[in-house]
């Protein structure tokens, strides 16, 4: 008998992916879609199989039906300070209802003393996750690809040009349709991915001017990376209104980029789904008209 998996964050880049590959996926599983904003639910009902739940990581109410029946959870929180109490909620939550896997979108080096806020809160959260005995497995990727659509996808468009403070640092982005796709290998194969932990990244490490070079190729059109300095920064995502926690959290994560800590190169993707990493190429290209 097929069961219930409940896919946490459905309407954001992971987790849209999740869904999407689930649903085409043979195993049919029924799919619960866990929505936030249930005005993004359209986004969730073109797929197979996939009932609407509504989550709000803040108010709890509700979060049992949400649960009911759910056998597998892929958890994904937005990036907040407050991760560990949501992600420990979520997971007394899952303990109650028996739900039988978990498998958590982690962040590359989490861990208890690492530099950036959001890296030490994953590792506490999966840590959590590890006390509640349930099975796990555990997704650390690396900076997604999908950020130069999601954050600079503004200002190449405009000004064809992004603004990083990145200097000349080499990282391993990863394309989140790949993060996707060992989320659903996990989530359908089930225990052979137990109490595993993958460091996901891409196939390759690229500095921020390659990255251009490869966008200009994709787009056919110049697109310029400009190095600007922490301050820079700072003021461009203030005027956006992020929030301070998450400004600090991306000038950290630059820090480390630019003291190689983001180079490192895993064989996660082929290793479970058995086919290669996407290139950055090969993600410019599916996603030119992004950048137009
Ligand atoms: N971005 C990266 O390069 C990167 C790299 C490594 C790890 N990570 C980790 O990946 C995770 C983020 O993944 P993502 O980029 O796929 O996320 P995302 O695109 O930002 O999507 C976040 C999802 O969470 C939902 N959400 C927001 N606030 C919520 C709330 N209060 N209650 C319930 N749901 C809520 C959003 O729904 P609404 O849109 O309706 O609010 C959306 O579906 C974070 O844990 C981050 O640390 C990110």
Do not use: C
């Not at 936030?36 to 109410?61: F, P």
């Amino acid at each position: 008998m097929v069961g219930t998996i409940l896919v946490t964050g459905a309407t954001g880049t992971v987790g849209s992916e999740v869904l999407k590959q689930l649903s085409n996926d043979a195993s049919s599983y029924n799919i619960k879609a866990g929505v936030h904003s249930i005005e993004n639910a359209n986004k969730v009902q073109q797929y197979d199989r996939v009932k609407v739940v509504q989550l709000d990581y803040d108010n709890m109410e509700g979060v049992e039906s949400a649960f009911k029946d759910v056998d597998k959870l892929f958890l994904l929180t937005h990036p907040s300070s407050k991760t560990v109490e949501h992600e420990s909620n979520l997971v007394t939550e899952a303990k109650k209802s028996g739900i039988k896997h978990i498998v958590k979108q982690s962040i590359m080096r989490a861990d208890l003393g690492a530099d950036v806020e959001a890296m030490r809160l994953h590792r506490q959260a999966e840590k959590l996750i590890i006390e509640s005995a349930i099975p796990y497995t555990f997704l650390r990727p690396n900076e997604f690809m999908q950020g130069f659509i999601n954050f600079q996808g503004t200002t190449i468009k405009s000004n064809n040009a992004f603004y990083v403070p990145a200097e000349d640092a080499k990282v391993s982005f990863v394309d989140a349709r790949d993060i996707a796709a060992i989320a659903v290998k996990a989530l359908v194969e089930g225990d052979k991915h137990y109490n595993k932990t993958y460091m996901v990244t891409g196939p390759e490490a690229l500095s921020y001017h390659q990255a251009a070079d490869k966008l200009s190729d994709a787009t056919g059109r110049k697109i310029d990376y400009v190095n600007i300095s922490e301050e820079e920064t700072r003021d461009a995502l203030k005027e956006t209104g992020m929030d301070d926690w998450l400004i600090n959290t991306i000038l950290g994560l630059y820090t480390l980029y630019r003291n190689d800590h983001a180079s490192e190169v895993s064989s996660a993707v082929e290793e479970v789904t058995g086919r290669k990493a996407t290139t950055f190429v090969e993600f410019a290209t599916d996603h030119a008209d992004a950048f137009r």
